[in-house]
């Protein structure tokens, strides 16, 4: 990993010093016209893309397969997919911007945008030139593209939370069906949380200290921030917004989301406090029930040798509400409307034929590929909650906000709350400060 | 290192003597440069370049994708009011506190015990350096799963012994130790190694000198091997330092610098501010301060573990 800062360091310094001091190097906007300038390209040459990703696993064996599929079915086009871990994809997108080697296309999630649209790294002409409408994709991901009016991206895919189950452990415990709601989630959760002789936590005599199966896991790092998000959804309350210079968080409401999975783990004690790989607990069936994203998918159906499914993220409080996320491709500047033209031709692609790309578990944002995809096994969970799933805001400092990484304001109060189990109303006050100083910053 | 150090200075003191050589002929001498020069080339672009800029780069604002605008020291400003920044600077020393005491004295130990003649010996010396070759991210997910909670294999035996299950790495109180135990477990070889090299460049003669006057192991060991591995020891201080005060790796796999700040390290900060959060400026005046913290630390370890001239 030194080896890679100092790399990137040397790639960010160099290139400051060679040409982002000169001023002059930097990739100027191109306009929706650009598509026209590509009559002037070469007949025969093909047209070469470089297009930058951040999936790994199973997400990347597909979506490299896509690319494949599209460089054979043309010969205008050929596209270069490049992918790493989503943070160091975007440091090596902005350096490659500044060198002005530019990829050509970019996926990021809708949280990031506002980043990038601030930075004026993004061509929102080029997405006005594609002439989209609406009505083809799911409203959400779709919504998640737009900043301030201006459209930045095509939507790909949406990511939601969903509740993962082991059904062959609900029968041995008696348990006909999965939770909907928080009685009978904690109901469930306590049946299936057995110590290491065989009662589980309703019954008396019962030893946390020496617990074999838990009944219900869930991350504890950024993703049980993404959980108290759902769960102040779930009061109808949003405090995040798009365009916030401040923050005033509603102490009883974040409060209570914030209770309700601490008294998962220091109440009822049917969730592993630390819990670290909670879908690796869930494969290996010491975990009964865990909430995670779509994404598992592929995984769980490969690894797990039980019978499971999914089901909605249960209803806790007044409304149904679940945190999602949806990925986009995007078109960085360029002065070459070759390049745009064929990142045009290549988005469009991509969307239109998602359909294959949800065979890694992914739902596709084109309502057309979504209804041709070839259902994934727990997928229709996922499927009933795209009318209520909840985004995290395209705010331009978003990436620091709800970073993952420390210092990271929603870190700190999901993990004070899930691992040292703080006052909820402390936690509340400490991410409102949290969060308003680095929308001062 | 020391055997190396004296082969060189007599070397070097063989090159400037005008009595008995000739002198270094000047093609010999451009020859030499031709051998140094590729790793002069990559010294000047990927290390001393990128450290120029750096400090550069400490006086701007700069997000990576635009230009830069020079806003003198409020980079450094900020420093003096960054809760986060503060909290780092802790860490680190806390970090440092925690990890080089062990590496010197348990490698030292070590080292003087495969310094031994013994059956095995070898075949020690090759286990006690296997965690350092290993890659510093494979040595965090080993660690991650030992310590996993609830299903580690640390926290079984704990469990089995009678003992409650400890939260290595997401008790706030507790994942800096947890942390300073890996790296002292993947340095403690390195240094034993180091250590080793050093114990057996001292003369056996002075050892049977002593035998002979009566002295006791400890006074050999007091009196003759300390102080004749003070070079050795002296180079393992510094190097532990700027290892330790450098990390990076594991703790980006084992905590990402949690939970909540409690391992947030410099460097893990650096890499946050710089490559997450694109303060390209503000990065790098933290680099400048790791860069400062690092110059006064080996001042003082120079001032307490001074080698002489000539050792």
Not at chain 1, 167 to 182: E, M, Q, W
Not at chain 1, 373 to 380: C, E, F, L, Y
Not at chain 2, 130 to 137: D, N, R
């Amino acid at each position: 990993m030194k080896k890679i800062i100092a790399v990137l360091a040397s790639i960010a310094m160099v290139s400051s010093l060679f040409s982002g001091c000169a001023g002059g190097s930097q990739p100027a906007s191109t306009a929706s016209g650009a598509a026209s300038g590509a009559a002037s390209s070469s007949a025969s040459a093909p047209v070469s893309i470089n297009y930058y990703g951040g999936w790994t696993g199973g997400d990347l064996d597909k979506m490299s397969a896509l690319v494949q599929k599209f460089n054979e079915s043309q010969s205008e086009v050929q596209v270069t997919f490049t992918s790493l871990q989503w943070s160091q994809m975007f440091t090596k997108f902005l350096a490659d911007y500044q060198a002005g080697s530019t990829p050509d296309v970019v996926a990021m999630h809708t949280f990031e945008l506002g980043q990038f649209v601030d930075m004026g790294v993004l061509n929102a002409d080029a997405i006005k030139g594609l002439n989209l409408n609406a009505a083809d994709y799911i409203k959400t991901a779709w919504d998640g593209t737009i900043l301030n009016d201006v459209q930045y991206g095509i939507p790909l895919d949406v990511n939601m939370h969903a509740l993962y189950y082991n059904k062959d452990l609900f029968k041995a415990a008696g348990i006909a069906s999965a939770p909907t709601n928080k009685e009978e989630l904690i109901a469930a959760a306590q049946k299936l949380t057995v110590d290491a002789n065989g009662k589980n936590a309703t019954e008396s005599g019962f030893d946390a200290a020496n617990i074999k199966q838990y009944g219900f896991g869930f991350l504890q790092n950024h993703h049980a921030f993404y959980q108290t998000f759902a769960l102040m959804n779930q009061q109808g309350y949003n405090p995040f917004t798009d365009n916030m210079t401040t923050l005033s968080l509603d102490s009883g409401k974040t409060s209570a989301a914030l209770q309700f999975l601490e008294d998962l783990v220091y109440k009822y004690k049917v969730t592993p406090a630390g819990e670290k790989s909670p879908i690796d607990d869930f494969k290996a069936g010491s975990v009964a029930m865990v909430i995670d994203g779509n994404w598992q998918l592929s995984g769980v159906n490969s690894a797990a040798k039980f019978d499971w499914d999914t089901a909605a993220y249960p209803q806790i409080f007044s409304q149904k509400a679940v945190w999602g996320a949806a990925e986009l491709l995007a078109i960085p500047n360029n002065k070459d409307a070759d390049k745009v033209k064929a990142a045009q031709t290549f988005i469009k692609w991509l969307s239109d034929n998602s359909a294959e790309w949800a065979l890694s578990g992914q739902i596709p944002a084109n309502v057309k590929a979504q209804q041709a995809a070839t259902k994934i096994k727990g997928i229709d969970a996922y499927n009933s909650e795209l009318d209520y799933v909840k985004f995290l805001p395209a705010h331009k400092k978003s990436v620091k906000i709800f970073s993952s990484a420390a210092p990271s304001p929603i870190l700190t109060a999901a993990q004070n709350a899930m691992l040292n189990g703080k006052d909820p109303a402390e936690i509340t006050k400490q991410l409102e400060s949290d969060i308003n100083k680095v929308l001062a910053g | 290192m020391s055997n190396r150090q004296m082969s060189s200075g007599a070397a070097a003191r063989n090159l400037t003597s005008t009595k008995g050589t000739k002198p270094l002929r000047a093609s010999q001498g451009k020859i030499a440069a031709l051998f140094l020069l590729p790793y002069l080339a990559v010294f000047l672009v990927f290390r001393l370049g990128p450290s120029i800029a750096g400090i550069a780069i400490s006086f701007f604002k700069w997000d990576l994708a635009g230009s830069l605008s020079f806003i003198g020291i409020n980079n450094f400003k900020r420093m003096l009011t960054d809760s986060n920044f503060h909290t780092s600077i802790l860490n680190t020393l806390i970090f440092f506190v925690l990890t080089l005491p062990p590496l010197i004295l348990l490698s030292l130990l070590l080292a003087a015990f495969f310094n031994q003649k013994m059956r095995g010996r070898n075949v020690g010396r090759v286990v006690a350096i296997i965690p350092y070759v290993l890659i510093p991210a494979v040595v965090g997910i080993i660690w991650n799963w030992m310590y996993d909670n609830n299903f580690g294999i640390l926290n079984f035996y704990i469990k089995k012994m009678g003992g409650s299950a400890i939260h290595w790495l997401t008790n706030e109180h507790v994942a800096l130790i947890s942390v300073a135990i890996v790296i002292i477990w993947s340095f403690l070889g390195y240094n034993t190694i180091l250590f080793l090299a050093g114990l057996q460049g001292i003369p056996k003669e002075l050892y049977e000198a002593s035998l002979i006057d009566g002295a006791t192991r400890f006074q050999t060991f007091m009196k003759i091997t300390l102080p004749l591995l003070k070079p050795t020891t002296s180079m393992v201080v510094t190097l532990t330092m700027v290892n330790t005060v450098q990390l990076f790796d594991q703790i980006y796999v084992m905590t990402n610098g949690g939970p909540g700040t409690s391992t947030l390290t410099m460097v893990q900060y650096l890499y946050t501010s710089a490559f997450q959060n694109y303060e390209m400026g503000y990065g790098s005046a933290i680099e400048v301060a790791v860069l400062i913290i690092l110059v006064i630390m080996i001042f003082i370890q120079n001032k307490f573990l001074k080698v002489d001239e000539g050792v």
